[in-house]
Protein backbone atom coordinates (compact mmCIF):
# COMPACT_ATOMS: atom_id res chain seq x y z
CA UNK A 1 0.00 0.00 0.00
CA UNK A 2 1.47 3.32 -0.71
CA UNK A 3 1.83 6.14 1.45
CA UNK A 4 -0.95 8.11 -0.11
CA UNK A 5 -3.18 5.22 0.35
CA UNK A 6 -2.19 4.60 3.84
CA UNK A 7 -3.19 8.13 4.47
CA UNK A 8 -6.73 7.77 2.89
CA UNK A 9 -7.55 4.54 4.55
CA UNK A 10 -6.19 5.06 7.64
CA UNK A 11 -8.35 8.75 8.01
CA UNK A 12 -11.73 7.85 7.46
CA UNK A 13 -12.74 10.35 9.08
CA UNK A 14 -2.94 29.17 8.77
CA UNK A 15 -8.14 39.46 10.96
CA UNK A 16 -7.12 42.04 11.80
CA UNK A 17 -9.24 43.37 9.03
CA UNK A 18 -12.12 42.09 10.36
CA UNK A 19 -11.91 42.45 14.21
CA UNK A 20 -14.75 44.02 16.04
CA UNK A 21 -14.71 47.76 16.62
CA UNK A 22 -11.70 48.56 18.30
CA UNK A 23 -11.64 49.50 21.92
CA UNK A 24 -11.37 52.74 22.12
CA UNK A 25 -8.84 54.64 25.05
CA UNK A 26 -9.52 57.88 26.51
CA UNK A 27 -6.32 59.81 26.06
CA UNK A 28 -5.23 62.62 28.46
CA UNK A 29 -4.78 65.88 26.72
CA UNK A 30 -1.20 66.53 25.78
CA UNK A 31 0.88 69.05 25.03
CA UNK A 32 3.99 68.58 22.34
CA UNK A 33 6.68 70.46 20.57
CA UNK A 34 7.72 69.59 17.26
CA UNK A 35 10.97 70.66 16.10
CA UNK A 36 10.73 70.56 12.02
CA UNK A 37 14.25 69.74 11.22
CA UNK A 38 15.62 68.12 13.96
CA UNK A 39 15.00 65.14 16.08
CA UNK A 40 11.89 65.50 17.61
CA UNK A 41 11.87 65.79 21.50
CA UNK A 42 8.15 65.77 23.07
CA UNK A 43 7.11 67.14 27.02
CA UNK A 44 4.13 65.20 27.77
CA UNK A 45 2.06 66.36 30.65
CA UNK A 46 1.86 62.88 32.32
CA UNK A 47 0.93 64.36 35.69
CA UNK A 48 0.71 67.83 37.55
CA UNK A 49 3.85 67.19 39.22
CA UNK A 50 6.27 65.02 36.52
CA UNK A 51 7.03 65.52 33.31
CA UNK A 52 8.61 63.08 30.81
CA UNK A 53 10.84 63.43 27.91
CA UNK A 54 10.16 61.44 24.81
CA UNK A 55 12.62 61.35 21.83
CA UNK A 56 11.08 60.51 18.46
CA UNK A 57 12.75 59.49 15.42
CA UNK A 58 11.94 61.14 12.03
CA UNK A 59 10.92 58.17 10.34
CA UNK A 60 7.41 57.72 9.36
CA UNK A 61 5.43 54.64 10.37
CA UNK A 62 4.85 52.14 6.94
CA UNK A 63 1.27 53.57 6.03
CA UNK A 64 0.21 50.26 4.60
CA UNK A 65 0.42 48.65 8.25
CA UNK A 66 -1.21 51.25 9.84
CA UNK A 67 -4.22 50.12 7.91
CA UNK A 68 -4.69 47.07 9.62
CA UNK A 69 -7.44 47.21 11.99
CA UNK A 70 -6.84 46.39 15.94
CA UNK A 71 -4.61 43.66 16.77
CA UNK A 72 -4.34 40.16 14.61
CA UNK A 73 -7.04 37.70 15.52
CA UNK A 74 -5.74 35.36 17.09
CA UNK A 75 -3.85 37.67 19.83
CA UNK A 76 -6.54 39.39 20.64
CA UNK A 77 -8.21 35.92 21.57
CA UNK A 78 -5.40 35.69 23.28
CA UNK A 79 -5.57 39.00 25.07
CA UNK A 80 -9.55 38.66 25.83
CA UNK A 81 -8.96 35.17 27.24
CA UNK A 82 -6.37 36.12 29.48
CA UNK A 83 -8.65 39.15 30.99
CA UNK A 84 -11.07 36.58 31.31
CA UNK A 85 -8.40 34.49 33.44
CA UNK A 86 -7.80 37.69 35.39
CA UNK A 87 -10.93 38.36 36.15
CA UNK A 88 -11.82 35.06 36.94
CA UNK A 89 -8.96 33.36 38.69
CA UNK A 90 -10.35 29.86 40.06
CA UNK A 91 -12.34 28.88 36.72
CA UNK A 92 -10.88 26.61 34.69
CA UNK A 93 -10.57 27.93 31.52
CA UNK A 94 -10.65 25.35 28.09
CA UNK A 95 -9.02 26.52 24.88
CA UNK A 96 -11.29 25.49 21.51
CA UNK A 97 -9.91 28.84 19.49
CA UNK A 98 -6.50 29.16 18.03
CA UNK A 99 -6.11 25.71 16.49
CA UNK A 100 -2.91 24.99 18.13
CA UNK A 101 -2.22 21.24 18.66
CA UNK A 102 -2.29 19.54 21.95
CA UNK A 103 -1.44 16.15 21.70
CA UNK A 104 2.75 14.71 22.45
CA UNK A 105 3.92 14.19 18.74
CA UNK A 106 4.42 10.90 18.39
CA UNK A 107 7.50 9.32 19.60
CA UNK A 108 9.02 7.98 16.38
CA UNK A 109 9.16 11.83 15.05
CA UNK A 110 10.96 12.90 18.25
CA UNK A 111 13.74 10.34 18.22
CA UNK A 112 14.23 11.19 14.96
CA UNK A 113 14.57 14.74 16.35
CA UNK A 114 16.66 13.64 19.23
CA UNK A 115 19.03 11.36 17.20
CA UNK A 116 19.67 14.86 14.74
CA UNK A 117 20.36 17.33 17.75
CA UNK A 118 22.77 14.55 19.66
CA UNK A 119 24.69 13.97 15.88
CA UNK A 120 25.57 17.96 16.19
CA UNK A 121 27.69 17.46 18.99
CA UNK A 122 30.01 15.06 17.08
CA UNK A 123 32.59 15.78 14.31
CA UNK A 124 30.91 13.34 11.75
CA UNK A 125 27.15 14.19 12.52
CA UNK A 126 27.69 18.27 12.86
CA UNK A 127 26.03 20.24 10.06
CA UNK A 128 25.98 23.93 9.29
CA UNK A 129 23.75 26.13 6.75
CA UNK A 130 21.39 23.49 4.64
CA UNK A 131 20.18 24.38 1.76
CA UNK A 132 17.51 27.20 1.72
CA UNK A 133 15.27 25.06 -0.41
CA UNK A 134 15.76 22.24 2.43
CA UNK A 135 17.56 18.83 2.40
CA UNK A 136 16.97 17.17 -0.65
CA UNK A 137 16.04 13.83 1.03
CA UNK A 138 13.08 15.66 2.81
CA UNK A 139 11.67 17.16 -0.15
CA UNK A 140 12.20 13.64 -2.42
CA UNK A 141 9.93 12.47 0.47
CA UNK A 142 7.50 15.09 0.35
CA UNK A 143 7.36 14.74 -3.67
CA UNK A 144 6.44 11.04 -3.37
CA UNK A 145 4.29 11.06 -0.53
CA UNK A 146 2.57 13.95 -1.48
CA UNK A 147 2.54 14.42 -4.99
CA UNK A 148 3.32 10.70 -6.56
CA UNK A 149 1.88 10.87 -9.94
CA UNK A 150 0.91 14.44 -10.22
CA UNK A 151 4.08 15.36 -12.22
CA UNK A 152 5.36 17.36 -8.97
CA UNK A 153 9.39 16.43 -8.54
CA UNK A 154 12.04 17.25 -5.56
CA UNK A 155 13.26 20.18 -6.94
CA UNK A 156 9.26 21.71 -7.47
CA UNK A 157 9.60 22.12 -3.47
CA UNK A 158 10.52 24.52 -1.09
CA UNK A 159 11.18 22.95 2.54
CA UNK A 160 10.13 26.40 4.90
CA UNK A 161 9.25 27.03 8.63
CA UNK A 162 5.51 26.81 8.00
CA UNK A 163 2.78 27.86 5.66
CA UNK A 164 2.29 31.12 6.82
CA UNK A 165 5.93 31.90 6.70
CA UNK A 166 5.26 31.10 3.33
CA UNK A 167 2.47 33.19 2.64
CA UNK A 168 4.56 36.62 3.37
CA UNK A 169 7.43 34.96 1.32
CA UNK A 170 4.85 34.69 -2.01
CA UNK A 171 3.66 38.12 -0.88
CA UNK A 172 7.01 39.68 -1.33
CA UNK A 173 7.53 37.41 -4.51
CA UNK A 174 4.66 38.96 -6.01
CA UNK A 175 4.06 42.58 -5.04
CA UNK A 176 2.52 45.60 -4.10
CA UNK A 177 0.48 46.06 -7.72
CA UNK A 178 -1.08 42.72 -7.38
CA UNK A 179 -4.79 42.23 -7.03
CA UNK A 180 -5.89 39.48 -4.66
CA UNK A 181 -9.06 37.24 -4.33
CA UNK A 182 -9.70 35.60 -0.87
CA UNK A 183 -12.51 33.21 0.24
CA UNK A 184 -14.72 35.24 3.08
CA UNK A 185 -14.17 33.72 5.41
CA UNK A 186 -11.06 33.12 5.39
CA UNK A 187 -7.27 32.41 6.92
CA UNK A 188 -6.53 36.15 8.39
CA UNK A 189 -3.26 35.50 7.32
CA UNK A 190 -4.22 36.40 3.59
CA UNK A 191 -5.70 39.59 3.95
CA UNK A 192 -3.33 41.36 6.47
CA UNK A 193 -0.22 40.29 4.47
CA UNK A 194 -1.80 41.85 1.55
CA UNK A 195 -2.49 44.81 3.35
CA UNK A 196 0.92 44.81 4.63
CA UNK A 197 2.58 44.61 1.17
CA UNK A 198 0.16 47.94 0.02
CA UNK A 199 -1.94 45.63 -2.09
CA UNK A 200 -4.98 47.23 -0.72
CA UNK A 201 -6.82 50.32 -0.16
CA UNK A 202 -8.16 51.35 2.94
CA UNK A 203 -10.99 49.38 5.32
CA UNK A 204 -13.91 50.20 4.72
CA UNK A 205 -16.00 50.21 8.19
CA UNK A 206 -19.34 50.25 7.11
CA UNK A 207 -18.86 46.48 5.42
CA UNK A 208 -15.81 45.71 6.88
CA UNK A 209 -13.85 45.18 4.13
CA UNK A 210 -10.68 46.47 2.55
CA UNK A 211 -10.74 48.27 -0.91
CA UNK A 212 -9.02 46.73 -4.04
CA UNK A 213 -9.13 42.86 -2.61
CA UNK A 214 -12.12 40.85 -3.99
CA UNK A 215 -14.21 38.88 -1.84
CA UNK A 216 -15.70 35.40 -2.53
CA UNK A 217 -18.19 35.19 -0.60
CA UNK A 218 -18.65 31.70 0.52
CA UNK A 219 -21.79 30.45 2.75
CA UNK A 220 -23.55 27.34 3.77
CA UNK A 221 -26.10 28.35 0.42
CA UNK A 222 -23.40 28.06 -2.03
CA UNK A 223 -22.04 25.45 -0.23
CA UNK A 224 -18.96 27.69 0.79
CA UNK A 225 -17.71 27.73 -2.63
CA UNK A 226 -18.03 30.91 -4.11
CA UNK A 227 -19.83 31.89 -7.37
CA UNK A 228 -17.27 32.76 -9.83
CA UNK A 229 -19.34 33.85 -12.43
CA UNK A 230 -19.85 36.70 -9.80
CA UNK A 231 -16.34 36.92 -8.75
CA UNK A 232 -14.43 39.98 -10.64
CA UNK A 233 -11.00 38.78 -12.35
CA UNK A 234 -7.93 39.03 -9.78
CA UNK A 235 -4.04 38.00 -10.65
CA UNK A 236 -4.00 36.16 -7.03
CA UNK A 237 -6.51 33.87 -5.65
CA UNK A 238 -5.73 32.77 -2.33
CA UNK A 239 -7.69 29.41 -1.70
CA UNK A 240 -7.80 26.80 1.58
CA UNK A 241 -8.97 23.48 0.96
CA UNK A 242 -10.28 22.06 3.34
CA UNK A 243 -11.05 25.69 4.36
CA UNK A 244 -10.21 27.12 7.71
CA UNK A 245 -12.53 28.34 9.42
CA UNK A 246 -15.37 26.87 7.64
CA UNK A 247 -14.52 23.14 7.51
CA UNK A 248 -15.45 22.60 3.95
CA UNK A 249 -13.94 20.73 1.57
CA UNK A 250 -14.26 21.37 -2.51
CA UNK A 251 -14.79 18.81 -4.60
CA UNK A 252 -13.30 17.96 -7.51
CA UNK A 253 -15.84 19.52 -9.93
CA UNK A 254 -15.33 22.64 -7.87
CA UNK A 255 -11.33 22.58 -8.21
CA UNK A 256 -12.04 22.20 -11.81
CA UNK A 257 -13.66 25.45 -12.26
CA UNK A 258 -11.41 27.58 -10.45
CA UNK A 259 -8.57 26.56 -12.27
CA UNK A 260 -10.44 26.80 -15.64
CA UNK A 261 -11.57 30.20 -13.93
CA UNK A 262 -7.82 31.43 -12.96
CA UNK A 263 -6.74 30.08 -17.24
CA UNK A 264 -9.68 31.98 -18.20
CA UNK A 265 -7.98 35.05 -16.39
CA UNK A 266 -4.51 34.77 -16.47
CA UNK A 267 -4.89 34.36 -12.49
CA UNK A 268 -2.59 32.11 -10.32
CA UNK A 269 -4.33 30.07 -7.57
CA UNK A 270 -2.28 30.02 -3.91
CA UNK A 271 -3.74 27.03 -2.43
CA UNK A 272 -3.53 26.33 1.01
CA UNK A 273 -3.54 22.63 1.85
CA UNK A 274 -2.59 22.30 5.12
CA UNK A 275 -5.94 20.14 6.48
CA UNK A 276 -5.44 17.56 3.43
CA UNK A 277 -5.06 14.91 5.84
CA UNK A 278 -7.96 15.43 7.61
CA UNK A 279 -9.94 14.57 4.43
CA UNK A 280 -12.67 11.82 4.97
CA UNK A 281 -14.88 12.83 1.62
CA UNK A 282 -13.20 11.55 -2.37
CA UNK A 283 -12.06 15.06 -2.70
CA UNK A 284 -8.50 15.89 -3.61
CA UNK A 285 -6.30 16.43 -0.87
CA UNK A 286 -3.91 18.71 -4.08
CA UNK A 287 -4.76 21.15 -6.39
CA UNK A 288 -2.20 19.45 -8.70
CA UNK A 289 -4.81 17.03 -8.79
CA UNK A 290 -6.65 18.72 -11.53
CA UNK A 291 -5.22 18.83 -14.79
CA UNK A 292 -4.02 21.92 -16.03
CA UNK A 293 -3.39 23.43 -12.39
CA UNK A 294 0.23 23.36 -13.03
CA UNK A 295 0.10 25.88 -14.79
CA UNK A 296 -1.80 28.11 -12.62
CA UNK A 297 -1.25 27.41 -9.38
CA UNK A 298 1.43 26.52 -6.75
CA UNK A 299 0.66 25.05 -3.15
CA UNK A 300 1.81 25.28 0.34
CA UNK A 301 0.78 22.88 3.45
CA UNK A 302 2.72 22.34 6.64
CA UNK A 303 3.24 19.44 9.37
CA UNK A 304 1.76 21.74 11.88
CA UNK A 305 -1.93 19.73 12.22
CA UNK A 306 -0.36 16.69 11.22
CA UNK A 307 2.39 15.88 13.02
CA UNK A 308 1.77 18.71 16.37
CA UNK A 309 4.59 21.24 14.47
CA UNK A 310 3.02 23.93 15.43
CA UNK A 311 6.16 25.18 17.77
CA UNK A 312 8.68 23.15 15.55
CA UNK A 313 7.84 24.49 12.54
CA UNK A 314 8.25 23.17 9.05
CA UNK A 315 6.58 23.57 6.17
CA UNK A 316 6.79 23.49 1.87
CA UNK A 317 5.70 25.33 -0.89
CA UNK A 318 5.48 23.68 -4.18
CA UNK A 319 6.05 25.93 -7.05
CA UNK A 320 5.55 24.20 -10.60
CA UNK A 321 8.26 24.47 -13.19
CA UNK A 322 5.24 25.48 -15.67
CA UNK A 323 3.40 28.28 -13.67
CA UNK A 324 5.07 31.28 -15.55
CA UNK A 325 4.42 34.94 -15.81
CA UNK A 326 3.25 36.60 -18.54
CA UNK A 327 6.28 37.23 -19.96
CA UNK A 328 7.64 33.39 -19.51
CA UNK A 329 10.04 33.85 -16.72
CA UNK A 330 9.33 31.30 -14.08
CA UNK A 331 7.83 32.24 -10.72
CA UNK A 332 9.89 29.65 -9.05
CA UNK A 333 13.14 31.32 -9.60
CA UNK A 334 11.81 34.62 -8.13
CA UNK A 335 10.44 32.87 -5.09
CA UNK A 336 13.85 31.00 -4.89
CA UNK A 337 15.64 34.45 -4.37
CA UNK A 338 13.11 35.59 -2.20
CA UNK A 339 13.91 32.35 -0.07
CA UNK A 340 17.73 32.90 -0.28
CA UNK A 341 17.65 35.91 1.02
CA UNK A 342 15.00 36.16 3.40
CA UNK A 343 15.75 32.93 4.71
CA UNK A 344 18.13 30.65 6.05
CA UNK A 345 16.33 26.96 5.40
CA UNK A 346 14.47 25.40 7.43
CA UNK A 347 16.46 23.82 10.75
CA UNK A 348 18.13 21.20 10.22
CA UNK A 349 16.70 19.04 13.05
CA UNK A 350 13.21 19.81 12.44
CA UNK A 351 13.70 18.56 8.86
CA UNK A 352 15.16 15.67 10.25
CA UNK A 353 11.77 15.12 11.71
CA UNK A 354 9.87 16.01 8.90
CA UNK A 355 11.84 12.44 7.42
CA UNK A 356 10.24 10.38 10.15
CA UNK A 357 6.99 11.68 9.60
CA UNK A 358 7.24 10.47 6.38
CA UNK A 359 8.70 6.86 7.30
CA UNK A 360 5.86 4.22 7.03
CA UNK A 361 5.68 4.51 10.95
CA UNK A 362 5.59 8.05 10.72
CA UNK A 363 2.39 8.04 8.72
CA UNK A 364 0.72 5.86 10.76
CA UNK A 365 1.62 7.51 14.35
CA UNK A 366 0.02 10.55 12.48
CA UNK A 367 -2.90 9.33 10.92
CA UNK A 368 -3.76 7.86 14.61
CA UNK A 369 -3.45 11.32 15.73
CA UNK A 370 -5.20 12.53 13.35
CA UNK A 371 -8.29 10.25 13.98
CA UNK A 372 -7.85 11.38 17.77
CA UNK A 373 -8.67 15.19 16.77
CA UNK A 374 -11.35 13.81 14.39
CA UNK A 375 -12.88 12.22 16.92
CA UNK A 376 -13.06 15.56 19.33
CA UNK A 377 -14.53 16.49 15.74
CA UNK A 378 -17.52 14.46 15.97
CA UNK A 379 -17.91 14.78 19.64
CA UNK A 380 -18.10 18.89 19.08
CA UNK A 381 -20.66 18.93 16.00
CA UNK A 382 -22.72 15.87 18.17
CA UNK A 383 -23.12 18.46 20.73
CA UNK A 384 -24.40 21.28 18.55
CA UNK A 385 -27.02 19.39 16.73
CA UNK A 386 -28.17 17.94 19.64
CA UNK A 387 -28.88 21.57 20.71
CA UNK A 388 -30.24 22.73 17.19
CA UNK A 389 -27.63 24.71 15.83
CA UNK A 390 -26.82 24.68 11.84
CA UNK A 391 -23.74 23.08 12.26
CA UNK A 392 -21.07 22.79 9.39
CA UNK A 393 -17.36 21.42 8.48
CA UNK A 394 -16.25 18.98 11.03
CA UNK A 395 -15.97 16.13 8.47
CA UNK A 396 -12.98 17.39 6.71
CA UNK A 397 -11.40 19.22 9.24
CA UNK A 398 -10.74 19.75 12.68
CA UNK A 399 -12.68 22.85 12.83
CA UNK A 400 -16.62 23.16 13.40
CA UNK A 401 -17.95 26.29 12.10
CA UNK A 402 -21.57 26.68 14.25
CA UNK A 403 -23.96 29.56 13.08
CA UNK A 404 -25.82 31.82 15.32
CA UNK A 405 -27.77 33.94 13.02
CA UNK A 406 -28.76 37.07 13.81
CA UNK A 407 -25.96 37.31 16.65
CA UNK A 408 -22.83 39.27 16.45
CA UNK A 409 -20.02 36.75 16.71
CA UNK A 410 -18.34 38.53 18.97
CA UNK A 411 -20.80 38.99 21.64
CA UNK A 412 -21.57 34.94 21.25
CA UNK A 413 -17.76 34.74 21.84
CA UNK A 414 -17.65 36.95 24.77
CA UNK A 415 -21.24 34.98 26.14
CA UNK A 416 -19.78 31.68 25.73
CA UNK A 417 -16.80 32.68 27.37
CA UNK A 418 -18.32 34.77 30.34
CA UNK A 419 -21.07 31.43 31.24
CA UNK A 420 -19.32 28.32 30.37
CA UNK A 421 -15.27 29.18 30.73
CA UNK A 422 -14.91 28.07 27.33
CA UNK A 423 -12.72 30.16 24.34
CA UNK A 424 -14.12 29.48 20.80
CA UNK A 425 -13.18 31.57 17.74
CA UNK A 426 -15.62 34.53 16.68
CA UNK A 427 -16.69 34.29 12.64
CA UNK A 428 -16.59 37.69 12.41
CA UNK A 429 -12.58 37.93 12.61
CA UNK A 430 -12.23 35.27 9.48
CA UNK A 431 -14.18 37.71 6.94
CA UNK A 432 -17.30 39.79 6.58
CA UNK A 433 -18.82 36.21 5.64
CA UNK A 434 -18.02 35.05 9.13
CA UNK A 435 -20.33 37.11 11.02
CA UNK A 436 -23.38 35.44 13.50
CA UNK A 437 -20.41 32.14 13.44
CA UNK A 438 -18.30 31.04 15.78
CA UNK A 439 -15.32 28.34 15.05
CA UNK A 440 -14.44 25.82 17.34
CA UNK A 441 -11.39 24.13 17.33
CA UNK A 442 -11.01 20.24 17.64
CA UNK A 443 -7.58 20.53 19.50
CA UNK A 444 -7.92 19.57 22.97
CA UNK A 445 -7.49 17.18 25.41
CA UNK A 446 -10.26 14.36 25.36
CA UNK A 447 -11.40 15.22 28.78
CA UNK A 448 -11.21 19.34 27.92
CA UNK A 449 -13.77 18.77 24.91
CA UNK A 450 -16.29 16.23 26.87
CA UNK A 451 -16.39 19.04 29.53
CA UNK A 452 -16.75 21.74 27.07
CA UNK A 453 -19.43 19.85 25.35
CA UNK A 454 -21.75 19.71 28.98
CA UNK A 455 -20.83 23.01 29.56
CA UNK A 456 -22.43 23.97 26.24
CA UNK A 457 -25.37 21.99 26.81
CA UNK A 458 -25.85 23.65 30.46
CA UNK A 459 -25.85 26.95 28.35
CA UNK A 460 -28.19 26.46 25.31
CA UNK A 461 -30.22 23.54 26.60
Known sequence: MSPTQLLSTSISSSSSAFLAAPIAFKARNQNVSIASKTPSICTCAAAPQEQKTVYKTQVSRNANIAKLQAGYLFPEVARRRNAHMLKYPDAKVISLGIG????????????????????????????????????????TAIASTFYSGLGIEEDDIFVSDGAKCDISRLQMVFGANVTMAVQDPSYPAYVDSSVIMGQTGQFQKDVEKYGKIEYMRCTPENGFFPDLSKVSRTDIIFFCSPNNPTGSAATREQLTRLVQFAKDNGSIIVYDSAYAMYMSDDNPRSIFEIPGAKEVALETSSFSKYAGFTGVRLGWTVVPKQLLYSDGFPIAKDFNRVVCTSFNGASNICQAGGRACLSPEGLKAMSEVIGFYKENTNIIMDTFNSLGFNVYGGKNAPYVWVHFPGQSSWDVFSEILEKTHVVTTPGSGFGPGGEGFVRVSAFGHRENVLEACRRFKQLYN
Open 100 to 139: DTTEPIPEVITSAIAKRAEALSTLEGYSGYGPEQGEKPLR
